[in-house]
């Protein structure tokens, strides 16, 4: 029973355009959501946060968004850089208990 | 700041085989956590410690894996017998209370092949 979901398991995008990663949840108690960022032989690192208190956080080049009715957030990449290429993972938690993960997305950009 | 430091980083074995894998937090972190990544899964929470003492282990897959931390700076996650779905990347992580999950530094992995 996955409560976070990345339905897709690849993206490719053309360095300059926008990358756009889409995550679902199912547990409406989630009230903390985060996205980790992967490189190959490397272990995840903090990229971006969102509460659920808000519906956008944006950070440089990265955006967020979360619509709690959906049920649904998406990290958009803005533009996209060949170094943004690796393994993102969307992550949830409520009330500050542990992160629950999704599968993970590989981005693909092309220069 | 040495981050976190897992052993090894590859570990082949043979089904049946008792396998131990190394982890060693950063400093002054009172959380550890040891997940398990698999492409079907993601990455999956097995247990976490705070302060070297299991808070929950719910994901920890069968009475065939154990986890320890006998001190702050040291935890060991052990798969006895080991078999091929145990095949995957174990990553440990560590933090620190009050940022628990903005600040949440995974180590390299170990991955972990059993024939």
């Known amino acids: 029973d996955q409560q976070v979901k990345q339905n897709s398991p690849s993206l490719s995008v053309q360095e300059g355009r926008i990358s756009i990663l889409n995550c679902d949840y199912t547990?409406?108690?989630?009230?903390?959501f985060l996205w980790y960022k992967k490189y190959p032989a490397e272990g995840p690192t903090f990229l971006i946060s969102?509460?659920?208190?808000?519906d956008k956080n944006e950070d440089g080049r990265f955006t967020v968004f979360l619509n709690k009715s959906a049920k649904h957030l998406s990290l958009h990449i803005v533009p996209s850089q060949p170094g943004d290429s690796a393994v993102y993972f969307c992550a949830a938690s409520k009330n500050g208990n542990k992160l629950v993960f999704g599968a993970g997305t590989i981005l693909r950009v092309k220069s | 700041d040495a981050g976190v430091i897992q052993s090894p980083r590859h570990e082949v074995t043979e089904m049946g085989q008792e396998v131990t894998l190394r982890c060693k937090p950063i400093s002054g972190h009172d959380y550890l956590f040891w997940y398990r990544q698999t492409m079907m899964r993601g990455l999956e929470l097995l247990i976490y410690f705070n302060n070297n003492v299991p808070i929950d282990d719910s994901g920890m897959p069968e009475d065939r894996f154990s986890a320890k931390m006998p001190n702050a700076s040291f935890s060991t996650l052990k798969i006895q017998p080991s078999e091929p779905r145990d095949s995957a990347v174990y990553f440990c992580?560590?933090?620190?209370?009050?940022?628990?999950?903005?600040?949440?530094?995974f180590g390299s992995g170990t991955q972990l092949s059993v024939l």
């Open positions: 992580a560590s933090t620190s209370t009050g940022r628990r999950y903005e600040k949440l530094f």
């Open positions: 547990n409406s108690m989630f009230d903390y």
């Open positions: 969102i509460s659920s208190i808000k």
